[in-house]
């Protein structure tokens, strides 16, 4: 099977599109390396690419991405970690100020986890991934009057609130939050509606962000 066409014309659009504006850049970062003051952990989704949300630049984020923005915790051993890997040479190479953990709206992974379906089974991988997210669930407690969509949206940002939990258990991390080097944060995109959501530290709660401007596109 040839290479994919929707590659080869995506980058026959990026050579006159973004390579044509931020050359100089790519030269300059190459020569200097790269400096990111943000990184990012979000999910494997197609429709959640951070840096088509945030707009970023090249060099502009450190970029993780996994199934479900599942932040695993510390554990030191003799595995290999993926994301505790990228996580270490964002804070202690790269050195960034931020971490962001973006979640999603109609996530699957959270969807799955939730109604316990496909594609989760005993022997994949993907089941032993989402089991991560399991303290998110317990916090949300039982769906009650919610609705389902409801319901599973509250496990969604309670999935990003425990990755940023598990942040907190990575000790050169921690140490580095607690003297303000460092600034975690969680977010939460709507695919369906492009609204972002940040959440407020002191209240838990997920709050928009550019809403006049969020507004004003929808007004139109
Ligand atoms: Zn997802």
Redesign the pocket.
């Not at 109609?106 to 959270?110: K, P, Q, R």
């Given at each position: 099977m040839p290479f994919p066409e929707l590659l080869i014309q995506g980058y026959r659009a990026f050579l006159f599109s973004h390579l044509r504006r931020e050359q100089d850049r790519f030269r300059e970062l190459a020569e200097s390396g790269q400096s990111p003051e943000i990184m990012v952990i979000g999910?494997?989704?197609s429709r959640?690419s951070p840096e088509v949300i945030f707009d970023a630049r090249p060099g502009e984020l450190f970029v993780v991405r996994n199934?479900?923005?599942i932040v695993p915790p510390y554990q030191p051993d003799e595995r290999a970690h993926g994301v505790s890997a990228a996580l270490e040479f964002g804070f202690a190479a790269l050195k960034v100020k931020h971490i962001v953990v973006l979640?999603?709206a109609?996530?699957?992974?959270?969807k799955a986890f939730a109604e316990d379906t496909a594609p989760l089974t005993p022997s994949d991988f993907i089941g032993n991934w989402m089991r991560i997210m399991a303290p998110a669930m317990v916090k949300v407690g039982p769906r009650g009057t919610l609705s389902h969509a409801e319901y599973i949206a509250r496990l969604e940002q309670a999935n990003v609130a425990n990755s940023l939990e598990n942040l907190m258990t990575f000790p050169r991390l921690r140490s580095q939050v607690e003297r303000g080097a460092i600034a975690l944060h969680g977010a939460y995109f709507g695919v369906a509606t492009g609204e972002l959501l940040v959440r407020d530290e002191a209240s838990g709660q997920f709050l928009p962000i550019a809403a006049e401007d969020h507004a004003r596109l929808f007004a139109r």
């Open positions: 999910c494997c989704d959640v199934i479900a923005n979640g999603h109609h996530c699957g992974g959270v």
